[in-house]
Structures are given as C-alpha cells and as structure tokens.
C-alpha cells in the first residue's frame, strides 16, 4: 500500500555548512551521499523536490572584509553553483535525473533559470537544483529558497540546519536554550532567531509556506516529515 504523502512538491533548502559536515569546510562525501540518498527516497514516493544551496563551505559574502560587498556576494554565488554540481553529480550516481539551474547564466555547465522550464522538469520527476541564489548582491540563498519556493508552488520548505530545530537561544552556547515544536513567522521575526533571515521569513509568511527545521546529521527526517511525522520545528 502506498504511503501517504503530507506534501507533493517541496523545496529544500540545504547550507553549505551542511555539506560540509564534520570537515567544516568543503564537500564531505558520505554526508552528500546519505543526503543524496533521502533525496532519491522522496522521489521514489512520488514527491517533486527543488533544492536551493547555499556556498558557506567555500565562500561567503561576509568573508570579504575589506572586498566590495558585491564582488565578495558574487564569488558566494559560485561556490553554490559548485555545490549545485556536486549534487547534481551524487543523484545522477544513483539514477536520480536533475537540472542544475543557475540565477547567473553559465551555458556549458547549467540551464539559465527560467520558471517554467523547472516546473516542467518537476512535473517529471526530476529533482532541480537552484544555485548562484537569486542573482543579485546582498540578498542570501535563505532569501532565494523562500523566492524560488513561492515561484514553483512549493507547499513546504525543509531547511537542513546543524541542529534539530529552532531554539530560543542558540543551544551550542547556552545549554537552557528552549526548543520549539511549533512557532509561528511572527515569534521568528519579533524575538529574533536566526532561523532564516528576516527577508526569507517575510517571504514565507506573505505567501503562507510552511518551514519545517530539522537537523541534517538525520536527513532521514525529510522522509519523514513527508509522510506528517513530526521532526524538528514546524513555522507557520
């Protein structure tokens, strides 16, 4: 008997930190490949995934201190697009089709992005990956995910973070730091937690998508809140 899916079509929004993994900085290959392993079980049950990626294992904007900041955002944007590749590649190694699109055109190495052109490899099955954010300085890939999010009609962006959820204070440096089950856009936006940036969050809440947060150690946990279990923290 088929399982029953809580969402179609989703969006996950992956850091570069969390392809990183325990190296903290590049590409560690068994978490890209036990990532790439839920990504093909989520299609295998019938759900269509884009996949926003960040580039903070290489390169972010803020790493230029004395750079200009557009100089410095648009070297983050390709070291997405490296990331874009390396889970283009690691699908494809397990019969996965994809499309890497990219904000910024690149013809011999990915498909220009075009809204119409992703819905229709969705529709597919084929996983598309979004890079190089949204194309433009001093906007994030938070922001890009809630923006390509609301373009393709995604019900509900999983964000894959280092820890299991959204905290009232960050856990790593205050160990009574409150985990929320539920919170609303609102909570994340008047008490300041660093889910998403404020921009991406405004994003979600103005055209209603949901956020699911959960720890990518576990990606099992995007299978499963799929299917309605309940992982991590839901914001809506």
């Known amino acids: ?20 993994g325990e190296d ?39 790493y230029g201190y004395n750079m200009e900041r557009t100089t410095s955002d648009y070297m983050g944007m390709l070291a997405t697009c490296i990331n874009g590749l390396a889970l283009q590649d ?32 969705l529709e597919k099955g084929r996983v598309v990956i979004f890079s190089c954010g949204t194309g433009s300085p001093y906007f994030t890939t938070d922001t890009a995910a809630a923006l390509r999010a609301a373009e393709v009609d995604a019900e509900v962006i999983l964000v894959g973070k280092t820890i299991d959820g959204v905290y009232s204070d960050d856990p790593k440096v205050n160990p009574n730091a409150v985990k929320y089950d539920k919170i609303s856009y609102l909570d994340i936006l008047n008490k300041d937690l660093k ?38 923290t839901v914001i809506e």
């Not at 996950?12 to 990183?20: H, I, T, Y």
């Not at 900085?25 to 079980?41: F, V, Y």
């Not at 494809?92 to 052109?117: D, F, N, S, W």
């Open 195 to 232: 889910v998403m940036d404020s921009t991406a969050v405004s994003l979600c809440k103005d055209n209603d998508i949901s956020l699911i947060v959960f720890a990518i150690d576990k990606p099992e946990n995007m299978v499963k809140a799929i299917l309605g279990e309940n992982v991590g």
């Open 90 to 121: 690691a699908l494809e190694a397990r019969g996965v089709y994809t499309r890497l699109q990219t904000a910024i055109e690149m013809r011999e190495i990915a498909e220009p992005y075009i809204k119409r052109k992703a819905l229709k490899h």
């Open 24 to 62: 903290k900085h590049g590409i560690n290959s068994k978490t890209l490949e036990n990532i790439c392993d839920q990504i093909k079980e989520l299609i295998d049950l019938g759900v269509q995934v884009a996949v926003v990626v960040g580039g903070g294992n290489f390169w972010r904007g803020k």
């Open 1 to 20: 008997m088929p399982k029953k899916l809580k969402y179609k079509r989703v969006l996950l929004k992956l850091s570069g930190e969390a392809l990183a």
